[in-house]
């Protein structure tokens, strides 16, 4: 069952554990909002305002988050399995110990983003914006030899 919950602007919101599986919260205001150890499975969050976002340890397995602003989130030891980050903005994100295993990730901004034990397997990371970096082996993309890019720091 998809539940939405439209419109609005929910910045702050506390759903710390709660199980929001297939939730559409497309293009919503969710700034600062608690979301750690929350089931977001397969759903919306495209072209939503996540800044500041606590997801550390969400579920996000086929989320879409197209477009959606995840400046500053915390998303450390998230599961985004396969999820749609397609023109995401991750700048400055923690995603230390993610899993974005065929996670969908072309075009995404990862400017001063920390993916320090992240999982990229299989992720698709086509024209991704690398800058100031940490890979996920613990290099940084601006590192001499990287060539301005974590792909071979996977």
Do not use: K
Not at 37 to 49: F, V
Not at 127 to 149: E, K
Request: glycine share 14%; charged share 10%; aromatic share 4%.
């Amino acid at each position: 069952m998809i539940r939405t919950v439209r419109p609005g602007n929910f910045s702050g919101c506390q759903y710390p554990g709660e199980n929001l599986h297939g939730l559409n919260l497309s293009g919503d205001c969710l700034a600062g909002s608690n979301f750690a150890g929350a089931n977001l499975s397969n759903s919306d969050l495209s072209c939503t305002n996540l800044e500041g976002a606590n997801l550390a340890g969400a579920n996000l397995n086929g989320a879409i988050l197209e477009n959606a602003d995840l400046s500053g989130a915390l998303l450390g030891g998230a599961n985004l399995n396969n999820a749609n980050l397609i023109n995401a903005i991750l700048f400055g994100a923690t995603l230390a110990g993610t899993n974005l295993h065929g996670a969908n990730l072309t075009g995404a901004n990862l400017t001063r983003a920390i993916l320090t034990g992240a999982n990229l397997h299989g992720a698709n990371l086509t024209t991704v914006i690398w800058d100031d970096t940490t890979c996920p082996d613990g290099t940084n993309s601006d590192d001499p030899g990287n060539g301005g890019t974590c792909l071979l720091h996977l």
